[in-house]
């Protein structure tokens, strides 16, 4: 939904992180300003541009950010063992007592 002011954009809170929503409206600053509300099981951002970006080109831009930080949370969860694992062997030599 396009407003006087910006563009509104409607997402699930079921199945939309915030923090998605927060990352991607970040990636956007200097761009656009966007205000994330929640209301009942969704949430609303509404973002006003800053400079010359069209409706479409900015609703365009914001979803891409969206998915590309969902993308990035989905595979921070995937590869959290073993992340946890290369940090645990790394760092666990460290604390190990020393034979001096």
Do not use: W
Not at 32 to 56: E, F, M, N, S
């Amino acid at each position: 939904m396009e407003t006087a002011v910006g563009i509104s954009i409607d997402f699930d809170a079921a199945t939309q992180s915030l923090s998605a929503l927060n990352a991607a409206a970040y990636r956007l600053v200097g761009t656009a300003a966007c205000k994330i509300d929640k209301r009942g099981a969704h949430y609303v951002c509404r973002l006003t541009p800053a400079g010359q970006l069209d409706g479409d080109s900015l609703r365009y831009r914001f979803l891409e950010l969206v998915t590309d930080e969902n993308v990035r949370e989905n595979l921070s969860a995937k590869t959290e063992p073993v992340r946890n694992l290369i940090l645990s062997l790394a760092f666990g030599s460290l604390a190990a007592p020393s034979s001096q």
